[in-house]
């Protein structure tokens, strides 16, 4: 795991000096070390975590034949048969490095190596030759990258914080905070500045010197159902599960995992235990709040299968930590379980640099509630457009309506309304017209706010599916937020965190699966619920589905209500983009009566970002 930026241009518009501050802010993605290549129109910047190869795998690279030069973050899972084929046709290699993998394969096979590519990752090839960049992303998305462009120069990054440096890189962008508030997260390619792109999942991109913007092609994106598709049967399934969980554990460094009680986290320890001459070390994360806690279950599955298990307090983070912590995210993310995940991944990196997590098994499989209102057809109580339009008119929100209003949505409304936390609705909670001020209701695009997912979506049908949902979740909630929250708080803690149920082999054989193989008569996680009841604790798999729970209310009312006073206070001067009586009148209510978490968490979640850069909107 690493990180990069790379900077190409014509005209020295960017300089040595600034460009190395500019890759400082990478420091924590690769604490082991730094390398850097400058030629002409390009210069290339690199941080390293030192995971694999440890002695001759620095970057950047330059290939045998000296054309290209690499900068990579990531890891190659079939580095190692693609080695191997490399090899039987005559190329030759001076380390045992994945990069330099990816890089002969570069050389070899030109861009379409990002598909012969199983693992996490996110490069750029700088063609010495052609004067040409090549770049591509992961799959779905688990490894970073994103670009701007000013003046004829390019700029590709792992993440947004190098662009700090360069403060004339856009402006904070209205639409991305409508975005934050309403999904929790800013969906690519939009980034919170103006300017500043995010690279798709499974996209690559070249560009030359010269041209306007980057030319980006999709390499791959989740496959609509087959319906010849046979699902696997519980020892097939059980193998192709262990066969990755053995090829993820691959390190020349300590490996752990997270173990939060959950049937997809408990499945991978299960199946690492079976795999480790040495007990498998294990980490959870504990809340003073029992509807909150499963540290109790994470403990009990850690002593099933015999694991090192380390516990950590989830009130060990006070104001100032939540600010700092906030305010180092590369982008306002407004996911709350950044605070635990990062808590977690701190602790887990003084004992291993590398840990296995659960993501992405829930998205696959098949394991959200909210996936079978895709079979919701029930008529709506009438007067849907009667009511809308009176509540419009006025000017305040009378508490309680939001029950009775979405019960008069359309079955697709629903879907709206429940996938985002604030949305184009006249009801309290739910209305972006009140948390935003008057001023920004246009600039932001209020009436626009489920663009984003829908033109996703659309991708796989007109119609409302259960599948669809599944689908478009693979390329909006765990791309733009699962993923996001995994890679950010534990990079920010110098952890490579993988997700072994994202792994190629698992995508190819189950995304092809419609979803009724997946969720069968109202069951979850069909596929995997057999292998987890012969496995695992009862507790784990016979109870509802849980999720990583931060009982926001009570934190934003107790140990985390001077970070919130401070955020509000400073962005009554700062950021006009809010309305401040709405939302001191939401703090206090919280204060006085609790309650109020998400409402309040997503706009405070913004201030605290811009407030630690002292920018302004």
């Excluded at 997503?602 to 201030?607: E, R, W």
Aim: charged share 25%.
């Amino acid at each position: 795991m690493c990180g990069f930026v790379a900077f190409f241009q014509d005209n020295p518009r960017i300089d040595l000096e600034i460009a190395r501050l500019a890759t400082a802010q990478l420091t924590h993605r690769g604490p082991d070390g730094s390398g850097e290549w400058v030629e002409g129109p390009a210069m290339l910047f690199h941080r390293r975590l030192s995971i694999i190869d440890l002695a001759t795998g620095q970057q950047p690279m330059v290939s045998g034949d000296g054309r290209y030069v690499v900068v990579f973050n990531g890891e190659i899972y079939n580095f190692e048969s693609l080695r191997s084929t490399l090899q039987a046709e005559g190329i030759r290699f001076r380390t045992h490095s994945d990069t330099e993998v990816l890089l002969e394969g570069f050389a070899h096979w030109g861009e379409s190596v990002a598909e012969r590519l199983n693992g996490i990752f996110a490069f750029v090839v700088w063609d010495r030759r052609k004067r040409e960049v090549f770049g591509a992303r992961d799959r779905l998305g688990i490894k970073p990258l994103c670009w701007a462009q000013v003046g004829g120069a390019l700029v590709v990054s792992s993440t947004l914080e190098p662009l700090d440096r360069l403060h004339d890189w856009g402006a904070v962008d209205p639409v991305a905070v409508r975005d934050l508030l309403a999904f929790d997260y800013i969906p690519s390619p939009r980034s919170i500045r103006k300017g500043v792109q995010k690279l798709e999942p499974g996209c690559r991109f070249r560009w030359h010197p010269g041209d306007q913007e980057p030319k980006i092609e999709r390499y791959w994106m989740p496959p609509r159902p087959d319906p010849q598709a046979e699902p696997p049967d519980e020892h097939t399934l059980e193998r192709l599960l262990q066969d990755v969980v053995r090829r993820q554990m691959i390190s020349d460094v300590p490996i752990g995992v997270f173990l939060s009680g959950g049937i997809d986290s408990s499945l991978l320890v299960a199946l690492m235990a079976r795999q480790s001459e040495k007990p498998v070390r294990s980490f959870s994360i504990a809340f003073k709040d029992s509807a909150s806690d499963e540290s109790s279950i994470a403990g009990l599955v850690a002593r099933q299968f015999g694991t090192d298990h380390t516990v950590l307090p989830a009130e060990d983070c006070g104001p100032d930590l939540l600010l700092n912590l906030l305010g180092s995210l590369d982008e306002p993310f407004a996911d709350p379980a950044v605070v635990p995940t990062y808590l977690l991944a701190k602790m887990t990196a003084g004992y291993v640099k590398v840990a296995l997590s659960g993501d992405g098994g829930d998205e696959v499989f098949g394991g959200y509630p909210k996936y079978l209102l895709g079979n919701d057809h029930s008529a709506p109580l009438p007067g849907y457009a009667a009511l809308d339009r009176s509540l419009r008119a006025v000017n305040w929100r009378p508490r309680g309506m939001s029950h009775l209003y979405w019960r008069t949505l359309s079955p697709e409304a629903r879907i709206q309304w429940s996938w985002v936390r604030y949305g184009d609705f006249p009801v309290f909670r739910k209305d972006l017209r009140q948390v935003l001020g008057d001023e920004y209701h246009g600039t932001a695009g209020v009436s626009e706010y489920f663009e984003p997912w829908e033109r996703r979506a659309r991708r796989y049908g007109e119609s409302i599916s259960v599948d669809l949902l599944m689908r478009a979740d693979l390329e909006t909630y765990l791309s733009e937020n699962c993923l996001v929250k995994t890679d950010r708080a534990s990079m920010l803690a110098s952890l490579e965190v993988r997700v072994p149920f994202l792994d190629e082999w698992i995508l190819d054989r189950i995304l092809p699966l419609h979803a009724d193989h997946k969720i069968i008569n109202g069951t979850l996680k069909a596929l995997l619920m057999p292998l987890a009841k012969r496995l695992l604790p009862r507790q784990v798999w016979d109870r509802p589905k849980h999720g990583f729970h931060v009982p926001l209310d009570r934190f934003l009312a107790g140990s985390w209500k001077p970070a919130v006073d401070a955020a509000l206070d400073w962005g009554e001067t700062h950021a006009r983009v809010f309305d401040y009586g709405y939302l001191r009148g939401l703090h206090a209510r919280n204060v006085a009566h609790g309650g109020i978490g998400r409402e309040l968490w997503n706009p405070f979640v913004f201030l605290s970002w811009a407030m630690a850069r002292s920018y302004s909107i």
